[in-house]
């Protein structure tokens, strides 16, 4: 783990070390001051994930093709 501010990390950073939190924690092996920490940690680190996955998902457009092949128009996602 990091001590990389949650915000400043890349959605795949934060998944690696929200992986690594979850183990952690499934294994039990650290004391239960540190896994409240962890957990918190953790907390943090979904949020974040969360937020990042919100934000490409009303990036996405859908392409309408033409009879060509070409990409003729975007409209934004359906329910988004």
């Known amino acids: 783990m990091t001590d990389v501010a949650v915000e400043k990390m890349s959605f795949e950073t934060a998944m690696a070390e929200l992986d690594q939190v979850v183990g952690k924690l499934e294994r039990g092996d650290v004391a239960l001051e540190d896994s409240i920490s962890l957990y918190e940690r953790g907390a943090k680190l979904k949020a974040h994930c969360e937020a ?23 409209t934004p996602v359906e329910g988004l």
């Open 52 to 74: 990042k996955l919100k934000d490409a998902e009303e990036k996405v457009e859908k392409i309408s093709v033409g009879g060509d092949g070409q990409a003729t128009a975007t």
